[in-house]
Each structure stands twice: as structure tokens, then as C-alpha cells.
């Protein structure tokens, strides 16, 4: 089973059918926080959210990375995983989101930090790539914080509801990724 410690508090696993009830519940919770940035949260029906964590389990299976749970203190708060593994260019991207209520506390920059360490260093891929908003200050300030190196902006690159937004893209190359000292393994 896949599991990264964040903290005492905070842990990382892969999803089950189990917490489609739960992360359904978080989802509908932070519906107004999410449904400006991410294109799935406007209509996110439980159905949609279990046929999601379904999903997650067969992208494990198919080796093209994996979602996980954000877990603190047995709840779930957030999501955060690769949106699929380029094997072959040895890269890889990220996506999150948390609970509104968890911001601010260093969750989710550990939580990607740990994912990062387990691409560069278990997987060996040689980049990772994180996609923000503009004005998604919040998302774009953990690339920004773990070392990240601003590539340039895509234009109308995601569509969310009736408009299009454009996408920041930021990386880190395994020559440039510096682990934190007793980090999460």
C-alpha cells in the first residue's frame, strides 16, 4: 500500500471505493472555492466522484502514476496526484487541491514535496511540471516555494465552465531538486 507520512497529523494513500461518500461530501463543501479553477467542480455528482476514484485505481494499474488521499487526523482534506507519467521523456505533472479550511498550514506544499521526492528519486523521471491559473495565487505559490522555475504561460489553455483560462507552467528538473532533510519517504 502506498503511503507517504506527512506528518503526525497528515498522510497520503491511494483512494478507495470507500471514500467516495467522504470526498464527495469535502468536494460539495469547497464546490464555490474549486469551480473557479478546476474544471470538473461545478458538476461534480457523487456518481462522478466514485466513477473518479475508480479511475485513479486503473491509472495504478496501468503504471501512469496515481491519485492520493490527503489524510489528517483520519479525515479526508484534499487530493493530490500526476496527472499520468511520460516514461518515455521521463516526466511527469501534478495536480491538487485542499479543503479551504486546511490552507495555510504547509499540508499541501508536503504533500506535493513527497511527491516530487518519489518521481525524481524512486521513479528516476527527470522533470516535474505544476499548471496554475494566473490568478490562482494560492496554487502557484507551492512550485514557487519548493524551487520551481517559471516556463512561461499558456494562453486559453484549460477550459472551466464558459471561459478559458490560461495556464502558468512551472518545472523542476531532477538536477535541480534539493529533498528536504528527513522529508517523507
Aim: proline content about 4%; charged content about 25%.
Amino acid at each position: 500500500m502506498l503511503r507517504f507520512v506527512l506528518s503526525d497529523h497528515c498522510h497520503l494513500r491511494l483512494f478507495e471505493e470507500a471514500d467516495a461518500e467522504q470526498f464527495h461530501r469535502l468536494i460539495d463543501a469547497n464546490r464555490a472555492h474549486l469551480t473557479p479553477w478546476m474544471p470538473w467542480a461545478a458538476d461534480e455528482t457523487p456518481e462522478a466522484t466514485l466513477r473518479f476514484i475508480r479511475l485513479t485505481r486503473r491509472q495504478v494499474a496501468d503504471n501512469d502514476g496515481f491519485q492520493t488521499a490527503i489524510v489528517c487526523d483520519g479525515r479526508i482534506v484534499g487530493a493530490v496526484g500526476f496527472h499520468g507519467v511520460d516514461w518515455d521523456h521521463r516526466s511527469a505533472s501534478i495536480g491538487y487541491w485542499l479543503d479551504a479550511g486546511h490552507q495555510g498550514r504547509g499540508i499541501m506544499t508536503g504533500a506535493v514535496r513527497a511527491l516530487i521526492d518519489h518521481a525524481l528519486r524512486d521513479w528516476g523521471l527527470n522533470r516535474v511540471e505544476i499548471r496554475a491559473a494566473p490568478d490562482n495565487r494560492r496554487s502557484r505559490a507551492i512550485p514557487e516555494r519548493l524551487g520551481f522555475r517559471q516556463e512561461g504561460v499558456l494562453s486559453e489553455a484549460e477550459r472551466v465552465g464558459d471561459r478559458y483560462l490560461d495556464s502558468v507552467v512551472y518545472a523542476i528538473l531532477a538536477s535541480a531538486w534539493a529533498p528536504a532533510p528527513g522529508g517523507p519517504t
